[in-house]
């Protein structure tokens, strides 16, 4: 999933190119990207782009007569810049923006549509499609700490969670959560104060060096491909690879779909973390720690 960094990428590659331009057209393919019904995608041809905002991992394009068009990509959802006039073709072409100066269109790769387009009037309808996490480069450590420990979750599930903090999803956990050298599976109620610190800090400064990078990026061209896997990244998507920090091998923990990787000298004193399906497979064999997987 697109997650702040890429969104603020997305944000900067677009401004030049749509801010000022008029809104020729917009094709929508897939009957469930439109998730309103008020407004009419009729009532937003014709109109000027005003300006852009992010809206926690949403995309708002701000349009004449107070009118916004929210695109949240979810997990498979892109963003390609286009020529003017460019047709859809291809199942997971799902809408297109069509401007004088090109065309921007929505892909989903996969057979599972959750990318959402809406069309709002007014700040207040635009802002309750925010789902109302904390805005880690707006809070100091203390607000930090009352969001994340609202409730007792793993560090894992507070950080991706975006009624509670911002932006942050399955990827860039993993690089905050390696750079304060915590566990993911530490208990939000049971961090020291020193811990709060330096997830807080670990916090703005992974999301902040991402974006510098990412917006530097698109500035020399379109971000057409955005990925949660980098090769730069330390820990997410790096399985089996030395950590960057202490060069023993990058652990992961699967569930579902999704995976969450860690280094375990640097983050769980060396205890290796069950993984679900191993775990019930090897039963008594599961190593517990760097030392027994080794061996």
């Given at each position: 999933?697109?997650?702040?960094?890429?969104?603020?990428?997305?944000?900067?590659?677009?401004?030049?190119?749509?801010?000022?331009?008029?809104?020729e057209?917009?094709?929508?393919?897939?009957?469930?990207?439109?998730?309103?019904?008020?407004?009419p995608?009729?009532?937003?041809?014709?109109?000027?782009?005003?300006e852009l905002?992010r809206?926690?991992k949403r995309?708002?394009?701000?349009?004449?007569?107070?009118?916004?068009?929210?695109?949240?990509?979810?997990?498979?959802?892109?963003?390609?810049?286009?020529?003017?006039?460019?047709a859809?073709?291809?199942?997971n072409?799902?809408?297109?923006?069509?401007?004088?100066?090109?065309?921007?269109?929505?892909?989903?790769a996969?057979?599972?549509?959750?990318a959402?387009?809406?069309?709002?009037?007014?700040?207040?309808?635009l802002?309750?499609?925010d789902?109302?996490?904390?805005?880690?480069?707006?809070?100091?450590?203390?607000?930090?700490?009352?969001?994340?420990?609202?409730?007792?979750?793993?560090?894992?599930?507070?950080?991706?969670?975006?009624?509670?903090?911002?932006?942050?999803?399955n990827?860039?956990?993993?690089?905050?959560l390696?750079?304060?050298?915590?566990s993911?599976?530490?208990?939000?109620k049971?961090?020291?104060?020193?811990e709060?610190?330096r997830?807080?800090?670990?916090?703005?400064?992974?999301?902040?060096?991402?974006?510098?990078?990412?917006?530097?990026?698109?500035?020399?061209?379109?971000?057409?491909?955005?990925?949660?896997f980098?090769?730069?990244?330390?820990v997410?998507?790096?399985?089996?690879?030395?950590?960057?920090?202490?060069?023993?091998?990058?652990?992961?923990?699967r569930?579902?779909?999704?995976?969450?990787?860690?280094?375990?000298?640097?983050?769980?004193?060396?205890v290796?973390l069950?993984d679900?399906?191993?775990?019930?497979?090897?039963?008594?064999?599961?190593?517990?720690?760097?030392?027994?997987?080794?061996?």
């Open positions: 999933m697109p997650e702040l960094p890429d969104i603020a990428a997305y944000v900067s590659a677009l401004e030049p190119l749509i801010v000022g331009e008029r809104l057209g917009i094709s929508v393919r897939s009957v469930s990207l439109l998730r309103t019904a008020g407004i995608l009729s009532d937003v041809e014709g109109k000027t782009v005003r905002r809206i926690g995309i708002a394009i701000g349009l004449d007569d107070d009118l916004w068009i929210g695109l949240h990509l979810m997990i498979a959802g892109r963003l390609h810049w286009r020529p003017p006039g460019v859809l073709a291809g199942r072409q799902l809408a297109a923006l069509r401007f004088p100066t090109g065309s921007l269109v929505l892909t989903e996969g057979s599972k549509r959750r959402q387009l809406h069309v709002v009037r007014g700040d207040e309808a802002h309750a499609l789902p109302g996490g904390l805005d880690a480069f707006a809070s100091d450590v203390d607000a930090f700490k009352r969001a994340l420990a609202a409730e007792n979750h793993t560090l894992k599930r507070a950080l991706t969670d975006p009624h509670v903090i911002d932006g942050i999803g990827a860039y956990s993993d690089e905050i390696h750079a304060a050298m915590l993911p599976i530490a208990q939000t049971k961090l020291s104060g020193d709060w610190a997830l807080h800090a670990a916090a703005r400064e992974t999301l902040r060096l991402w974006i510098e990078r990412l917006v530097a990026e698109a500035g020399r061209a379109f971000p057409e491909r955005v990925t949660a980098r090769p730069e990244m330390a997410h998507g790096r399985y089996k690879q030395p950590c960057p920090r202490c060069g023993k091998p990058v652990q992961r923990i569930y579902a779909d999704n995976e969450t990787n860690y280094c375990a000298q640097c983050q769980t004193g060396g290796v069950a679900r399906s191993l775990s019930r497979l090897l039963r008594g064999d599961w190593p517990r720690s760097l030392e027994e997987l080794e061996e």
